[in-house]
């Protein structure tokens, strides 16, 4: 029957999507254990920052920038303004007597300001950074010792996310979630490489910096996975803390996770050539597992549902599969009424809410990828709240001194 074999597909792909690739990464990391030849080391970094309307946030982070635990005349700053008008270039301005350098550029997307940004930068290796992160003291030195193995040619440090009264109960999913994704990342990194890296830290080596040919495509997928194009590992550094303050509500991350997964699948497209596995090994099937597998799952999910509700009548199974994901997407309706409710810090109502959240979220970048719907300009969604950052930054340096 048509409907049931809908019914298993979806539910055998579904499987192998959360826990059959999982799976797949332990036995191939254990097997291979590719490990980091980690040597202490401070080659001369270009802290690459690209901005757009940050006045709120830009002095903390260039504060944070300027204390870290790594040589000073072996750290240049560059702060990349993507034609910011709210007083952001101003403020970086008046650290140039501190070695900041500003590049003001007109408003063209924010591939364009790295672009710019790295045709400028002197240093050895560059390191990429989200203008609202806040970066441990030892973070860079973390970074640069994995350089030391010459097979490394790319470097993703560990972002984690602030606890904050401010934000509804979604992030909370986005940092269960998070939790996975390095979790899955020490895994792929004993494989060989991980799938790409994170805007909020990571690094490369300067001569393996290209460039994408296209600004509709997310920048640290695009530049990341360059590395692996080019023969090079790209491997995940736990110890390089990158601290972040996750989107305050709901729709604010629900509309970044669909301009991020748009681009991102742009990005894909961009590096197709990374799917062969003839020729990139296990690598491609990290790579279509994790960033193309994972972006059609809202679509098994809905194939699930519909054909196990026309299958509840045929007997007890399908009526529970039937019953038992209704009652999942109630709880994740619930987790949405009470996502600013003392209710909806229970895991029983926040993650279904973002894992629904999430899905809807790539099912809507698939349709608008189809669509031909192209998003180039960049708006920031997560901006940390001066006294929060002021908070970390003196708890990270008294901590360190």
């Given at each position: ?22 799976l ?44 870290l635990?790594?040589?000073a ?7 990349a ?8 270039e ?6 140039a ?52 193995d ?7 440090g ?58 509709a ?8 996975t ?62 279509f597992s ?15 549902y519909?054909?196990?509700?026309i ?23 619930a ?67």
């Amino acid at each position: 029957m048509i409907i049931e074999s809908i019914f298993w597909l979806s539910f055998a792909t579904l499987i192998y999507a959360y826990a059959g690739f999982s799976l797949l990464v332990i036995i191939i990391g254990r097997w291979r254990q590719r490990r980091v030849r980690q040597a202490p080391m401070t080659p001369r970094m270009s802290l690459i920052i690209p901005v757009w309307n940050e006045a709120n946030t830009i002095a903390s982070r260039l504060d944070n920038a300027l204390s870290l635990d790594y040589p000073a005349e072996a750290l240049e700053i560059i702060v990349a303004s993507d034609g910011a008008d709210d007083g952001t270039e101003a403020i970086v301005a008046s650290y140039a007597d501190r070695g900041v350098r500003l590049l003001s550029l007109p408003r063209r997307g924010k591939i364009y300001a790295l672009k710019a940004a790295a045709a400028r930068a002197t240093g050895e290796i560059f390191v990429f950074s989200d203008a609202n992160s806040i970066y441990a003291p030892a973070a860079l030195r973390m970074l640069a010792r994995n350089f030391a193995d010459p097979e490394v040619g790319g470097v993703c440090g560990n972002q984690i996310y602030l606890k904050t009264k401010s934000a509804d109960h979604c992030s909370k999913g986005e940092t269960l979630y998070w939790s996975y994704d390095k979790w899955l990342k020490r895994l792929e990194s004993l494989t060989g490489s991980i799938v790409s890296a994170h805007g909020a830290i990571y690094a490369i080596r300067r001569e393996l910096y290209r460039p994408p040919t296209s600004a509709a495509v997310t920048d640290d997928f695009a530049i990341s996975t360059a590395v692996v194009e080019q023969g090079y590992r790209l491997v995940f550094e736990s110890e390089a803390v990158a601290y972040e303050e996750p989107a305050p509500a709901a729709n604010r991350e629900f509309a970044r996770k669909v301009r991020i997964m748009n681009r991102g699948l742009r990005g894909v497209m961009l590096r197709k050539a990374l799917l062969n596995p003839w020729r990139h090994g296990f690598y491609a099937v990290e790579l279509f597992s994790h960033k193309v597998l994972r972006r059609l799952v809202p679509f098994f999910l809905l194939s699930l549902y519909v054909s196990s509700v026309i299958l509840s009548s045929n007997g007890r199974f399908y009526f529970t599969a039937a019953l038992g994901q209704t009652f999942f997407y109630a709880l994740a309706g619930a987790g949405y009424l009470l996502r600013r409710h003392r209710l909806g810090r229970l895991k029983g109502f926040y993650l279904p809410f973002f894992y629904c959240l999430a899905n809807a979220a790539a099912l809507l970048a698939v349709v608008k990828l189809i669509g031909g719907r192209r998003i180039e300009l960049w708006q920031p969604q997560r901006q940390m709240l001066p006294n929060v950052r002021h908070k970390m930054t003196q708890s990270l340096r008294s901590n360190f001194s």
